[in-house]
């Protein structure tokens, strides 16, 4: 895992208790590089990498875009960037941001928990079932795949 924040931008769900003794926040890009570093320095080669703590797939698309490419300049064998995302976060990204997303190595998003909107409103989910639906419709379904876990 390379931490790029600290705690959930949304930090709303019911389920989730992982985050709620720390406040969100962003980390600065040297730190995240530096970190990259220590793990190239100790000889690392991660072929895959989670950009942590929760939601980070909630960064605006400039500060991602930032890790990623730094992450690819350290470790360009790595295929494969996995990320915490939630569905309104999905929502907020554009066509060509997925496509540089997916070209950057962000294979696939979590997306669809559950397909109850009762379900969804107890957990404090931030979208409803429709919205759920939507990033796996149309253009969304097409640059970057939706994975389901009902």
Not at 104 to 115: D, R, V
Request: aromatic residues 8%; proline residues 6%.
């Amino acid at each position: 895992m390379l931490p790029v924040m600290v705690g959930c931008s949304y930090n709303g769900c019911k389920f989730c208790n992982l985050f709620r003794h720390l406040k969100y926040r962003k980390l600065p890009v040297e730190q995240i590089e530096s970190e990259l570093q220590r793990v190239k320095a100790c000889g690392g080669s991660p072929k895959r990498i989670f950009l942590g703590d929760g939601n980070a797939f909630d960064l605006p698309m400039e500060e991602l875009s930032a890790i990623l490419r730094l992450v690819k300049s350290y470790f360009p064998q790595c295929g494969m960037i996995n990320m915490d995302a939630t569905v309104t976060g999905i929502l907020k990204k554009t066509r060509e941001d997925l496509r540089v997303l997916y070209g950057w190595g962000a294979p696939s998003l979590p997306g669809i928990e559950t397909g109850l909107d009762d379900v969804l409103s107890f957990m404090n989910k931030d979208h409803t079932l429709e919205e759920a639906y939507e990033p796996s419709d149309g253009f969304r379904r097409q640059v970057l795949p939706l994975t389901r876990t009902l």
